[in-house]
């Protein structure tokens, strides 16, 4: 039971269950990404270089015979999962970039004057009594 409870105490951590978040975010987002790439950027860029389509660019090595079906090198699915990886890899890298900038900005602001104790009030008040 020591291992069970073990494995619930490193589950129910913070850093798991952030993690657990972000895998699942990370994911749809990922499927956001493909969609915009297959389905917005993709068929204008087919367009401009003579309506090819990305996926359906292929090398045969061999020819199908009979039943054996043709031996193909898949090269246009790899350039869209490369779009894709550079698409995301950028949004990632303007987030990133966003929240630095956001740190760097509250950083950079001079802390406020911490509050008078209230030795230094009374210190003031005696002084300023003394004035008159």
Request: charged share 20%; glycine share 6%; hydrophobic share 50%.
């Amino acid at each position: 039971m020591k291992i069970v409870s073990e494995f619930k105490a490193f589950a129910m951590k913070g850093n798991v269950t952030d993690m657990a978040v972000g895998i699942i975010i990370g994911a749809a987002f990922g499927r956001i990404v493909s969609s915009i790439v297959t389905d917005v950027i993709m068929p204008p860029l087919g367009l401009l270089i003579g309506g090819v389509n990305f996926t359906d660019l292929k090398f045969v090595m061999k020819e199908a015979v009979g039943t054996n079906p043709a031996v193909t090198l898949n090269y246009g699915n790899f350039l869209q999962v490369t779009f894709d990886f550079l698409i995301v890899a950028f949004a990632v890298f303007m987030v990133i970039k966003a929240m630095n900038s956001a740190k760097k900005k509250q950083e950079s602001a001079p802390p406020a004057p911490p509050a008078p104790t209230r030795d230094q009030v009374l210190l003031t008040e005696i002084r300023d009594l003394l004035k008159k």
